[in-house]
């Protein structure tokens, strides 16, 4: 390590690191003491471990890698931990369970790349090199969004994604899994959502409005079994899985399923084959009120998540200004018109979601139109970000000029395909602080933290969502952790992680 250089090179950066001369050895003979409900987090280092190093880190009660839940650490919060690396012991310590993980993904990025590797590796003695860390996350929603909906990944890729997100510390993933073009969760009630509208015929060629397709059918839904695994590889990383339903827009799937839930009753519907915003959204009478209901049961049995996502975006309201009934449910419900019907829709359900213990979330399209117990998630403008923090809402920032992975990360002509409207390099992503500058201090304790999203209209394979992926997450990961960092140091941490990201075989920008 270069004398100029003295912490190490983590990404994200911890709040608090230093190198101290010499290194704590692994090796067979090494091992683990832990304390009383730190057993989980013994598993993940041993599971981690395992394929490169075949080190069985079995326990004992005078072992020199101590993992310890520590009350006295409770000024840490929920994710904070303290890493003591010396040359005959390493101390790992935090309050709750989840800094201990946290601090795992630490243990392992200090120890030689090839320790990622998922295959096995000749050496018998791993280094480690002698440190002092104390670690606190700044935000305390540091997440990626990943379309399945517009393109279908298998869960086990979905599994490698959880652990791309668990190696940056962050702790949000958000599986967007209903969308014009695709159902994907499965609903017990409602068959039709996944048997039908888990097909479509075929995809646009082009960005929305090229009128040209590639005839190749595409499908794709989990089983509830596959879900709830999911969950619980997630939460073995100290990750929530955080699933959207689309409503009342983008949800052309669901009324291909169930044409009855729009708007023209007796209209046959098929799942988009294009891309873009679709003007067929969902009908406001009972029966679509008791549908959402019914599908977003289902979910909360699958997904523990504190917070549920229900779209809420981009709803076109000419079917409701046309349609007689809608008219009337507008007027019966006391509102100015129907237009105003998007926000009388979210509410009653963010109440029902409310009733059962759990936070709305939605896409902000201003930041100042959500009903108020919703937690904004906005992506337009960063001034949706402080319009909504001032108006009372918790917000994570999803703006799109800098969390948007679907956008190209160059303008170099060689970038595959994607969405049109400018290029989101990885310091633009490095740059966006989800912080407005003017936000007072009880706004900004509204600001949850940021995210990056995945759109895969142009994205089918795992290698194509890495690219995309990778380095700009890892950017987005230190801003969330570590707040404003330095470019110049995130670059040579960077250079430093890319050999991480590469033992793993991810395979990033280059
Ligand atoms: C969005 O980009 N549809 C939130």
């Not at 931990?81 to 243990?107: D, E, S």
């Not at 899985?241 to 007796?266: D, F, K, T």
């Not at 940021?450 to 987005?476: K, N």
Request: net charge negative; glycine share 8%.
């Amino acid at each position: 390590m270069p004398a100029h250089h003295p912490e190490p090179d983590l990404v994200p950066r911890p709040a608090k690191a230093a190198l101290r001369p010499g290194h704590f050895t692994l090796d067979a003979g090494t091992t683990l003491r832990i304390s009383a409900g730190a057993e989980p987090a013994a598993d993940l280092l041993r599971t981690l471990l395992a394929p490169a190093t075949g080190l069985p880190l079995r326990p004992s009660h005078d072992g020199q890698f101590v993992l310890t839940l520590d009350p006295q650490l409770g000024g840490l919060g929920e994710e904070g931990y303290g890493l003591t690396v010396g040359p005959n012991a390493v101390l790992l310590r935090a309050a709750h369970l989840t800094g201990l993980l946290r601090g795992i993904q630490t243990v392992r990025q200090l120890l030689p790349a090839q320790a990622l590797s998922e295959t096995s590796q000749r050496r018998t003695r791993w280094l480690l090199p002698c440190a002092e860390i104390t670690d606190v996350p700044r935000h305390v929603w540091r997440g990626a969004m990943l379309d399945v909906a517009r393109h279908f990944q298998p869960v086990s890729y979905l599994r490698r994604y959880v652990d791309l997100l668990a190696l940056h510390k962050m702790n949000m993933f958000h599986l967007h899994l209903t969308d014009d073009q695709g159902w994907r969760m499965p609903v017990a009630a409602y068959p039709k959502l996944t048997e039908i509208g888990g097909h479509r015929a075929q995809s646009m060629k082009g960005p929305a409005g090229s009128d040209t397709y590639d005839g190749i059918p595409h499908e794709g839904a989990y089983t509830r079994a596959e879900l709830s695994a999911l969950v619980a590889y997630a939460a073995d990383r100290g990750i929530t899985v955080v699933p959207e339903i689309e409503m009342p827009g983008h949800v052309r799937a669901a009324l291909a399923a169930y044409p009855e839930l729009g708007n023209s009753p007796g209209r046959s519907l098929d799942v988009w084959t294009r891309w873009g915003v679709c003007d067929t959204v969902f009908g406001v009478h009972d029966q679509v009120l008791d549908f959402c209901r019914g599908v977003l049961e289902e979910v909360m049995d699958v997904f523990p998540s504190p917070h549920i996502h229900i779209g809420g975006e981009e709803c076109p309201t000419t079917e409701w200004t046309r349609s007689v009934a809608a008219s009337e449910r507008a007027a019966a419900e006391g509102l100015s018109g129907p237009e105003a019907l998007h926000g009388w829709f979210l509410g009653r359900i963010g109440d029902f979601l409310v009733r059962h213990g759990r936070h709305p979330l939605a896409w902000a399209e201003t930041g100042t139109e959500l009903p108020l117990d919703f937690t904004a998630m906005t992506w337009r403008d960063p001034g949706h970000t402080l319009a909504a923090a001032r108006r009372g809402h918790p917000v994570i920032s999803a703006y799109h000029r800098a969390t948007y992975l679907d956008y190209a990360q160059s303008a170099d002509p060689r970038e595959p395909q994607a969405q049109p409207g400018g290029v989101v390099d990885l310091r633009a992503v490095h740059g966006h602080d989800p912080l407005p500058e003017q936000a007072d201090a009880q706004e900004a304790a509204r600001v949850l933290g940021t995210q990056t999203q995945l759109w895969t209209e142009f994205v089918t394979t795992p290698a194509h969502i890495e690219y995309l992926t990778f380095p700009r997450l890892c950017a987005l990961a230190d801003r969330g952790w570590s707040g404003a960092t330095d470019w110049a140091d995130f670059e040579a941490r960077l250079d430093t992680h890319m050999e991480r990201l590469d033992a793993l075989d991810v395979r990033h920008h280059p």
